[in-house]
């Protein structure tokens, strides 16, 4: 069973510190990793996407992916109220008939208060 | 405005009733999908169409049955559905490489359709 773990959170951070969200899982062969934002009840939107190991920057937000640790992690500095939603973790874990079979955690509810 | 557009938003059916959901995608993608999201629970696939073939059926029950009649539109017919059917669906499209494995291929979603089964 391939899997995606993410701590379900609800995680609460103050206004302008740093939130880190982290992603692990199962299939070691996985090359693509996905972040995705989902606010309370609307649709999953696309943040960051990383595949290669090391750091990748987007503004406020910071992907960071270790394959050998099969860990993933999104960091966001400068945590705004509005960064308020649930962000939800999505492994590539191969493709059938061509198309990507994105594998996505149950998301981690992140809170910042003014 | 997400590029890929679903009606009804909300839906109340009860369990013998038939339905369809319907999806449609501007953004000149090759393949689409169905979500399904319940609470305290992952996205869970559902079924994939790629270049208008159902390439992935997850073990859905047959009372969920998939149409793609064209690489833009995408329907999810619902017959005798159960309360625990419940849920939001979501349709999402990307654009997959036909020759081989895609190494960034992002998935857009719509709004979904948020079903309730009484």
């Known amino acids: 069973q391939k899997e995606v773990e993410q701590n379900s959170g609800p995680l609460s951070v103050p206004e302008g510190a740093i939130a880190s969200l982290n992603c692990t899982y199962s299939?070691?062969?996985?090359?693509?990793f996905f972040w995705y934002r989902q606010y309370s009840g609307k649709s999953p939107e696309l943040i960051m996407f990383?595949?290669?190991?090391g750091d990748k920057e987007d503004g406020r937000f910071t992907a960071q992916l270790n394959k050998a640790s099969q860990y993933v992690s999104l960091l966001i500095r400068d945590s705004q109220p509005s960064d308020s939603a649930t962000y939800l973790c999505?492994?590539?874990?191969?493709?059938?008939?061509?198309?990507?079979?994105?594998?996505f955690g149950k998301g981690t509810k992140l809170t910042v208060n003014p | 405005e997400t590029g890929v557009t679903q009606t009804p938003r909300h839906l109340v059916m009860g369990m013998t009733n038939k339905k369809s959901l319907k999806c449609e995608q501007h953004l000149g993608h090759n393949a689409m999908y169905w979500y399904k999201q319940s609470a305290k629970k992952p996205l869970e696939l559902m079924f994939v169409?790629?270049?208008?073939?159902?390439?992935e059926n997850n073990s859905v029950p047959s009372r969920f049955s998939p149409e793609c009649p064209n690489s833009s539109h995408l329907f999810l017919h619902l017959h005798t559905l159960q309360p625990e059917d419940s849920a939001l669906y979501l349709c999402?499209?990307?654009?997959?490489?036909?020759?081989?494995?895609?190494?960034?291929?992002?998935?857009?979603f719509g709004n979904g359709t948020r079903l309730t089964v009484t």
């Open positions: 999505a492994v590539n874990m191969g493709t059938q008939g061509g198309s990507e079979k994105l594998v």
């Open positions: 169409y790629n270049f208008k073939e159902q390439t």
């Open positions: 990383i595949y290669s190991n």
């Open positions: 299939d070691r062969g996985s090359q693509s």
């Open positions: 999402a499209s990307s654009q997959d490489n036909p020759t081989g494995r895609a190494l960034y291929s992002p998935l857009h």
